[in-house]
Each structure stands twice: as structure tokens, then as C-alpha cells.
């Protein structure tokens, strides 16, 4: 598709100024939940087995790696994906994460029926990521395999969204960051990957990179910051809608707090590098978030002004 030209989308230029599923089970696949399949025109579901081997995943922004979380210093990377000797389908009844599942698909499709309007908005059509969900480890058309190490991610070369719900309960265990809204605030930054991708936005961050390899970093925290503020704008519609409780905010906020690049080295025990940072601190993100949560407009996401980070 084209590149996504509304006012909100802006283009990115070598002097740095600011400018576009399926459930996977690591051992057996689930039916497509009646009551979920097709929300919001549905996200045509994929239900496939995932028995992989664990590959080595490469990162990024561009138009082949995957934008994720890397958490791979707080997790490490050798984890083998459970059930790989079980290639048993788990009956839909028996799986401890049904509830989890259906929350997510039912997240994701309502964030992405947000940019369905808001390309709208802009005079132009919204081509649907799917979801894939995996467990332990995975492997992608485009952008390699990965484990539960990397954290929920999205590969731009075929457009899917990957989440191992595990992941989940790790926030709560790992990073302390419990609840239902702080994923969907994941589940919401990943469409915003996806939302980047269409808009043409990963492919000028990829066109910049090769030309000025220096700045990878920088414009990677910048992409990712964006993404933050895009989840923010879909929060600021479920707000409108009167669907959010009483500390809910507060979820997304210390989910976003969680997984900056300053509490990740810290909680790996790691001295803080902003040399090595990928996707901003704890601050920036969480002010990208709340910056798009408070305007609920996407044109305030510019994270590639100069003077954004």
C-alpha cells in the first residue's frame, strides 16, 4: 500500500526532522473463540502448531527486523519452547491461558479498528496486522525466529504481531508491572510498530540508517517512543468510551516506566549505558505515552522533531 500521507504522517529526512493474526501455541493450536473471531472486521486468525527451533532474532527498525521490547538482558536468551516433544492440539477447555487470549485478540482488534478511523480521517484505507500468539518460541516469514526472551514484538516484513502470553506474568513477576490495561498498553504499542510500518515511517528510519549508520540508536528510541505515544492515542479512545477503570492509567503508566532502557540495565544488574539505549528511558516513555493519552491525536506523536528526545 502506499505510504499513509494524512496530516498526521510526516516523512523523516537525513537532518533528523520529523516526517505507515493468528494464535500460535507452543504445543497445539486453540479453535478461533466464537465470541471474538471478527471484532472489529476481524483480524483474520491464523491457528497454526508452532514446533520451532530456537533461531537467533534480528532487531531493529527497518523493513525486515522486528520492533519488540528486548528484554533479552532481563530473561536471557536460551529458552526452550515448551511442549516441543508434544505435538498434541491443547483442547480449547484445558488452556490455562483461554481468558488471556481472548482479552489480547479482543485488544488488538480495537486498537486496530482505531487507525481504521483515523486513516479515515486522513483520506486513506487501514491494512490490518494479524496476531500471532506463540509460546516459548517462534518463527516469523520475515524477520527470523525468536524467543519469549525478546518479548512481544512486530515483524513489518509480513505484518504480524507476535505475543507469548507468558510474557504476561512476567511483567508482574519481573518488571512489576501487573494488569490487564498494562498489556493492552503492549498489545497497543505493538500496532503502533505496525501503524509505522504503513505510514512509510520504518522504511524512511531504514533509508536514514544506511546512510548515517551512527544514528541506529537514536532513531530507534525515536520509533520507539512513537509507537508509546500511538498506544497512548488508542487509550485516550477507550477513556472517551467510558471503558476504563480506576487505576487503570496507572498500569499503563508503570508497564511504560517498566521497560525502559535505563530499568532494564538496572534490573539486569547492568550499568546504565544511554550510549546502548534502543528504545528510550523509563521517563521518555512514559511521557510519549501519556503525550498521546492527553491529545488522543496521533499528529502529536512527533518523536523525530529534533528537540523530541
Known amino acids: 500500500m502506499a505510504a499513509h500521507e494524512g496530516s498526521w504522517a510526516r516523512r523523516i529526512d537525513v537532518r533528523g526532522a520529523a516526517p505507515r493474526g493468528g494464535a500460535q501455541r507452543g504445543s497445539g493450536g486453540l479453535p478461533i473463540p466464537g465470541n471474538i473471531a471478527g471484532v472489529g472486521g476481524g483480524a483474520g486468525l491464523i491457528i497454526v502448531l508452532v514446533i520451532v527451533a530456537i533461531q537467533v532474532f534480528g532487531g531493529g527498525g527497518d523493513s525486515s527486523g522486528g520492533t519488540g521490547f528486548d528484554l533479552n538482558d532481563v530473561f536471557g536468551a536460551g529458552v526452550q519452547a515448551p511442549g516441543a516433544a508434544d505435538e498434541s492440539p491443547i483442547p480449547a477447555g484445558q488452556d490455562p491461558q483461554r481468558d ?42 520475515g524477520c527470523g525466529g525468536a524467543t519469549a526472551a525478546v518479548g512481544p514484538f512486530y515483524c513489518p516484513a509480513d505484518q504480524r504481531v507476535y505475543l507469548d502470553l507468558t510474557f504476561y506474568e512476567d511483567m508482574r513477576r519481573q518488571l512489576g508491572a501487573s494488569g490487564d490495561f ?83 540495565q538496572e534490573n539486569a544488574g547492568q550499568r546504565v549505558d544511554p550510549d546502548s539505549f534502543t528504545h528510550g528511558t523509563s521517563e521518555q516513555r512514559r511521557t510519549w505515552f501519556e503525550n498521546g493519552f492527553e491529545s488522543g491525536d496521533a499528529a502529536a506523536c512527533d518523536t523525530f522533531s529534533p528537540d523530541a528526545i
Open 100 to 141: 488471556l487470549f481472548e482479552f489480547s485478540d479482543y485488544v488488538f482488534n480495537d486498537a486496530q479498528q482505531t487507525w481504521v478511523g483515523t486513516f479515515r480521517e486522513g483520506g486513506d484505507s487501514y491494512d490490518r496486522a494479524e496476531l500471532v500468539v506463540y509460546d516459548g518460541a517462534v518463527s516469523t516469514d
Open 182 to 264: 498494562a498489556w493492552a498498553y503492549v498489545i497497543a504499542h505493538e500496532i503502533g510498530h505496525h501503524v509505522q510500518n504503513l505510514t512509510g515511517t520504518n522504511g524512511e528510519v531504514a533509508r536514514v540508517e544506511r546512510g548515517d549508520p551512527d544514528r541506529a540508536n537514536e532513531l530507534s528510541v525515536r520509533l520507539e517512543l512513537q509507537a508509546d505515544c500511538y498506544a497512548g492515542v488508542w487509550a485516550a479512545t477507550v477513556f472517551a468510551e467510558g471503558d476504563l477503570e480506576p487505576g487503570d492509567l496507572d498500569e499503563a503508566f508503570t508497564a511504560s516506566e517498566a521497560v525502559g532502557d535505563d530499568r532494564l
